[in-house]
């Protein structure tokens, strides 16, 4: 019996996915095989939010902690973040070159092309120049909700929910 089917994963939105980020108490939710990283909640997260210009993502706590999670669960093929999550989730993935990432208002200067998105307006992200584009349908133009509502996050092949497949043998984690 393989992981999908001892305990198949679901389709999530973006947002959703994001929205049980914040809800978490280390910021970070994992289902099938994706990790969405949540970003600045507290005043810790806002010093770590200085690190960012300074090529430190590594050493904030929610690096540290999205770590920790991508360590534990070898499944995980896509990180999903918002603001300070999305400079994780793209570090995350230059540190991991297999993970494909998403991110909604990253704090990055870049001008590479990727699956980013901001609002117009937004100035935490105004120097994303690659990112895809959009007017806020609300009066917070760093929000993630309107920009992450209709992205959904399908599970790759036989992945589930909680749970992984190594060399045959299915494991489960709860």
């Known amino acids: 019996m393989t992981s999908a089917q001892l305990d198949p994963a679901s389709a999530i939105n973006d947002r959703v996915g994001l929205d049980r980020a914040y809800q978490d108490e280390r910021k970070v939710f994992m289902t099938g095989d994706t990790l969405f990283v949540a970003g600045t909640s507290s005043i810790g997260d806002v010093l770590d939010d200085i690190a960012l210009p300074f090529n430190l993502t590594r050493g904030t706590q929610r690096y540290i902690d999205a770590e920790r999670v991508l360590a534990a669960n070898p499944k995980i ?3 999903v973040g918002h603001s300070l999550g999305g400079a994780v989730s793209l570090e995350l993935q230059r540190a991991h070159p297999e993970l494909k990432s998403r991110t909604y208002g990253a704090p990055v200067m870049s001008m590479t092309p990727g699956e980013r998105y901001r609002s117009l307006g937004d100035p935490v992200s105004i120097l994303d120049f690659r990112a895809q ?3 806020p349908n ?3 133009p ?5 920009l992450a509502e209709n992205v959904v996050n399908t599970p790759g092949a036989g992945v589930g929910a909680g749970s992984y497949d190594v060399a045959g043998i299915t494991h489960a984690y709860r």
Do not use: G
Request: proline share 7%.
């Open 77 to 79: 093929r896509r990180v």
């Open 133 to 135: 584009k959009s007017l």
């Open 138 to 140: 609300s009066p917070n």
């Open 142 to 146: 760093h929000s993630y909700q309107d």
